[in-house]
């Protein structure tokens, strides 16, 4: 693998490591601050859903931490044991934020409708783009082949998209994370008070910076081989 590349890849996963063990820090931290009405994470979620009229999506608990996710294909709220159970300010964040992603999908939310449709495309690039990067470690004469225009034209169309995909994914959670916040903050049922909103914004604005950084990350390797590209045609 090219030294800059793999210097690149590098710094984005210190990077990310950095902050995927602040998050983890503020939810354990937030997580041993009680939610003011003794409301689970599940509880957090159906209130919201029934406020927003929503009622053909199911909330399930899945195994794991931090492995929360709203799944539009089934419409599923899938919240970890943790937030699943939890009656405190971290549970209650998670819960309200995926439920947000839910709130989008039975508004047709624009942007959730356009990264659900770049999924299929960004499947088929990230394993492009894993077969290429296990070749050029692993394979010396991949080396040779990765510079060849037409192959440069492919790796540079697939990170396009994995870029594209990662910059569309931005709006989508921060639309998320507010639709949270302003429900949480109306306090119409006393989830949380003033000091438990700030720190449910706190916890919610670590779990963004992780998907900033996969952005610039995936951004700064179109970069590299645009440049890349660029420089042989010159």
């Not at 909103?197 to 970069?223: E, F, H």
Request: charged share 15%; glycine share 6%; with cysteine.
């Amino acid at each position: 693998m090219n030294i800059g590349l793999f210097g690149i890849m590098l710094v984005f996963m210190f990077i990310g490591w950095v902050v995927s063990r602040r998050l983890k820090s503020k939810f354990k931290e937030y997580s041993n601050v009680p939610t003011s009405n003794g409301m689970n994470g599940e509880e957090v979620a159906a209130m919201m859903l029934k406020e927003n009229n929503i009622f053909d999506v199911e909330i399930t608990c899945v195994p794991g931490s931090l492995t929360d996710h709203y799944n539009p294909q089934n419409k599923t709220i899938n919240l970890s044991n943790d937030v699943y159970h939890g009656r405190n300010v971290a549970a209650a964040a998670v819960a309200a934020h995926e439920t947000g992603h839910a709130v989008q999908h039975a508004t047709a939310y624009n942007m959730l409708q356009l990264r659900s449709t770049l999924v299929p495309i960004v499947q088929f690039s990230s394993k492009m783009m894993n077969y290429i990067f296990m070749a050029s470690i692993f394979f010396s004469f991949a080396l040779h082949w990765i510079n060849n225009d037409i192959m440069l034209t492919i790796i540079v169309l697939g990170q396009g998209s994995l870029a594209l995909f990662s910059l569309i994914t931005l709006p989508v959670e921060f639309d998320a994370s507010n639709r949270a916040l302003i429900w949480l903050q109306s306090n119409r049922h006393g989830i949380v008070d003033r000091i438990g909103y700030d720190k449910a914004k706190n916890a919610l604005t670590w779990a963004a910076m992780t998907y900033v950084v996969s952005a610039l990350a995936a951004v700064t390797q179109l970069l590299y081989w645009v440049m890349m590209f660029a420089g042989r045609r010159d």
